[in-house]
C-alpha cells in the first residue's frame, strides 16, 4: 500500500522556519521524482519545489532562496526546510511522488505563518 505521510506543520510567526517531512512507502522511493506543492485558500495548487532521482531540485520563483527540498533515500523521506516565512506562505503543503504515469499524493500539512 502506498503511503505518504506529510509531517512538520504548524504556526510560525514571520521570519521563522519550518522542516516539512514526508514519509514514503509502498514504492520504490528512491526512483520517483518528488515534489512539494501547496494550496492557500481560494488560490490553485502550485509547485513549491521539485527533486529528482538523481538530487537536481527546481523551486518556485515565490521561494527560490529561501526553501530547500532534500531527499534521503535511506529513510525514504524528503524534506523541505522553509526559511525566512512570509504570511504569504501560508497554506496546505502537499507531497507528490510520481514516476511514468504513476503518481501519489500525500494528506497535506497546515502551515500558518502569522504573528
Known amino acids: 500500500q502506498v503511503q505518504l505521510v506529510e509531517s512538520g506543520g504548524g504556526l510560525v510567526q514571520p521570519g521563522g522556519s519550518l522542516r516539512l517531512s514526508c514519509a514514503a512507502s509502498?514504492?520504490?522511493?528512491?526512483?520517483?521524482?518528488m515534489r512539494w506543492y501547496r494550496q492557500a485558500p481560494g488560490k490553485q495548487r502550485e509547485l513549491v519545489a521539485r527533486?529528482?532521482?538523481?538530487?537536481?531540485?527546481v523551486y518556485g520563483d515565490s521561494v527560490k532562496g529561501r526553501f530547500t527540498i532534500s531527499r534521503d533515500v535511506a529513510k525514504n523521506t524528503v524534506y523541505l526546510q522553509m526559511n525566512s516565512l512570509k504570511p504569504e506562505d501560508t497554506a496546505v503543503y502537499y507531497c507528490?511522488?510520481?514516476?511514468?504515469?504513476?503518481?501519489?499524493w500525500g494528506q497535506g500539512t497546515q502551515v500558518t505563518v502569522s504573528s
Open positions: 527533486i529528482s532521482s538523481g538530487g537536481s531540485t
Open positions: 507528490y511522488a510520481g514516476r511514468l504515469g504513476r503518481f501519489y
Open positions: 509502498g514504492f520504490t522511493f528512491s526512483t520517483y521524482v
